[in-house]
Structure formats: structure tokens, C-alpha cells
């Protein structure tokens, strides 16, 4: 029997109609039939038609409809195109506040506190600095004791509300440069 390395050349090309190991052997355009070869366990495939779009992991359904179940993921990338219906933000319940409080917006966009006496507050981990971000605070009796804001905080004519002493009251603050400046704005006050 002929040696493959002898029959299998650039000008000597062989159709196989048996079993045979080929080994350390480039196959240019092979087409490969029966039998079914099955799934490979591991590998990449490059220039198959039929993969999935690039960055799409997993058995996704690649069109139509897609119910998820928990929490997906989108680290930082853009959702394209969104026609959202029937969303929520989460919410960052902070509970009672005095002192130092933190209002981290990895935690939610919609915050809620009750103020127990004074507070300073700070605002963390707003989007990048080409986007848009923003977060609404319901403020329990906020008028009850000082509220001390960002220096970053921008408010109408350059001056923070009157809050209500005992009640409640809704800001919004946004920012679209990463946090320097935010902007404030008073949604409700003494709300019922």
C-alpha cells in the first residue's frame, strides 16, 4: 500500500472512499459526508455559515422571542435598537439615613430614605462620561434636618429646595460627564 504523503499532493489529489487517518495533513475545501460526524466536544469554527452573530454565547435563540429568567448581563455594552414596555428600575432602598450616605448607582436608579438627622450625601458609579445618567430620590422628612449636597450638584438659580420637615418629597439628579456636574430638580414636594 502507497504511503498518503505519496498520494496526496498539490498535483495529485486522491478521492477517499475508505476509512483513513490522515495525520499532520492540510485538507484544502474538504467536503466531508456520511456518516454524520456528531458534535465536536470543543474547538473554534470560522467561515461555517450558520453560527450565531459574533458576541452571542450559549443556546440563545438567535430571532424571535426570548424569555430570560434572571439577571442578564450586559457589562457595560449597548442595548441597540430597545423598544422597552412594562420595565422597572431597581430600587437602592437606603432605609434610615443621617450622616454620610452614599447613594450608589450600582445598586439601583430609583432610591428611597428616610432622614433621621442630618445627612451628607454623596452620589458613586454614574455611567461613563459620553452618557446619559440619572437617578430619582424619594426623600422621607428631608426638611427635618440639613441635607448637605454634592458640590457637584447643580441646582435651579444655584439653590437647593425646601424640603418638606414631615413628609415626602421626590428629587431627580442626572448627569451626562461621568458625575461632575449633576443637575437637580425638584419632581414633587410635600407629596401626599
Known sequence: MANLSDIITPTNLVTLTSTSTLTNKTLTAPVLT???????????????TGLPPAGVVG???????????????LADNTL????????????NALGNVTGATTIDLEDGNSVTATVTGAVTWTFSNPTASDELCGFSLKLVNGGSAAQTWPASVDWPSATAPTLTA??????????CDGGTTWYGFVAGLALA
Open 166 to 175: 414631615s413628609g415626602t418629597d421626590v428629587l431627580v439628579f442626572t448627569t
Open 80 to 91: 441597540q435598537r430597545a423598544n422597552l414596555l412594562d420595565y422597572a428600575e431597581t430600587t
Open 34 to 48: 456520511a456518516p454524520v460526524l456528531g458534535t465536536p466536544a470543543s474547538g473554534t469554527m470560522t467561515n461555517v
Open 59 to 73: 443556546t440563545a435563540a438567535i430571532l424571535g422571542a426570548n424569555t430570560f429568567t434572571g439577571t442578564q448581563n
